[in-house]
Structure formats: structure tokens, C-alpha cells
């Protein structure tokens, strides 16, 4: 007589390895960045996150880098604004949202033109979920019309 259920049946564990795949996916898809809030950073046990984390959570904000600076990881982006007065109400529009926030990016305004912006955790010396955040809702601010036409980014 032939024992049933001895041997995994592989079809039904590749299906399964499937589903669980694309589960996995999904909630890393829609667990939307930008709807989060940003959190105190006083709390003792912050920590900054491991590379690999980071370099995870950086596919859901494609539009910045993750750079290294002197060991200690930061989001980076940088935009080509029409003219310094724009920059300037560019600066405005990001630190209305950093305020709501309560989180705060390093904002450059270099060579009258560029603004580039550095997200990072000053409390822990690297990246924590607050940058990606606050990465987010920057990306879902309406600059268009302060940017340069010319060469944007
Ligand atoms: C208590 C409050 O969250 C902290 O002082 C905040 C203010 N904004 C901040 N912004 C950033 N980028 N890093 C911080 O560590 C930080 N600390």
C-alpha cells in the first residue's frame, strides 16, 4: 500500500514559499512611509540602523542616497532651484513640515542654486525610521515651480 504523506510534497512547498513571498512584499509595498509620524528622539534606547536595513528602506525612496559620511550614514538629495529666493522658500516649505514633525534635516544652499538636504538622526549618529520618513513627506511636497527647468536634480 503507498504511505501518503511521508515525502514534502516540493510543488505545494514552492507554492507555499510563493505566498509567502509576495505576502512579505505586499506589506513592505503599502506600509506607506509618508502617513507615519516622526518620534522623539530622547528616548535612551534609539538606535541607529544597520546598512542592510537601510538599504532596504531606501527602495521606498528612491529619489535620495544613502551616503556615508565619516562612518556615520545620512539620506541625501539634492534639487536645482530657479533662483536663491526660491531656494529660500523652497527651505521654508520643507521646515513647515519638519516642524509638524518635530524632526529636523541638515538644509544646504550651495552655490545660490542648490539646495541639497542631509536627513539623519543627530541623537544617535546615523539613520533611524524618523529619516525615511521625514524623506517621504519631503517627496510628497509640491516645489515644482521653485525648481530650475533647466536641470532638476
Ligand atoms: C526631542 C526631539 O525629538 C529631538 O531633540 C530632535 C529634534 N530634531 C531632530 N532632528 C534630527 N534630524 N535628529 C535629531 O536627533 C533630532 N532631535
Given at each position: 500500500?503507498?504511505?501518503?504523506?511521508?515525502?514534502?510534497?516540493?510543488?505545494?512547498?514552492?507554492?507555499?514559499?510563493?505566498?509567502?513571498?509576495?505576502?512579505?512584499?505586499?506589506?513592505?509595498?503599502?506600509?506607506?512611509?509618508?502617513?507615519?509620524?516622526?518620534?522623539?528622539?530622547?528616548?535612551?534606547?534609539?538606535?541607529?540602523?544597520?546598512?542592510?536595513?537601510?538599504?532596504?528602506?531606501?527602495?521606498?525612496?528612491?529619489?535620495?542616497?544613502?551616503?556615508?559620511?565619516?562612518?556615520?550614514?545620512?539620506?541625501?538629495?539634492?534639487w536645482?532651484v530657479?533662483?536663491?529666493?526660491k531656494g529660500?522658500e523652497f527651505f521654508q516649505v520643507v521646515?513647515?513640515?519638519?516642524?509638524?514633525?518635530?524632526?529636523?534635516?541638515?538644509?544646504?544652499?550651495?552655490?545660490?542654486?542648490?539646495v541639497?538636504?542631509?536627513?539623519?538622526?543627530?541623537?544617535?549618529?546615523?539613520?533611524?525610521?524618523?529619516?525615511?520618513?521625514?524623506?517621504?513627506?519631503i517627496n510628497g511636497l509640491k516645489l515644482h515651480h521653485l525648481l530650475?527647468?533647466?536641470?532638476v536634480?
Open positions: 500500500m503507498k504511505r501518503k504523506g511521508k515525502k514534502p510534497n516540493l510543488k505545494l512547498v514552492i507554492a507555499i514559499e510563493m505566498v509567502d513571498h509576495i505576502a512579505h512584499h505586499c506589506l513592505f509595498e503599502f506600509s506607506d512611509l509618508s502617513t507615519k509620524k516622526c518620534v522623539p528622539c530622547n528616548s535612551e534606547d534609539l538606535r541607529p540602523m544597520t546598512k542592510e536595513a537601510a538599504n532596504e528602506l531606501i527602495q521606498k525612496i528612491p529619489e535620495w542616497n544613502l551616503v556615508n559620511e565619516d562612518g556615520m550614514l545620512k539620506l541625501h538629495r539634492s536645482k530657479k533662483s536663491f529666493t529660500m521646515a513647515n513640515v519638519a516642524e509638524a514633525e518635530g524632526y529636523h534635516p541638515d538644509l544646504h544652499l550651495v552655490e545660490w542654486n542648490n541639497k538636504i542631509d536627513i539623519w538622526t543627530h541623537a544617535v549618529g546615523g539613520l533611524t525610521e524618523n529619516d525615511f520618513i521625514l524623506a517621504a513627506k530650475s527647468r533647466k536641470a536634480e
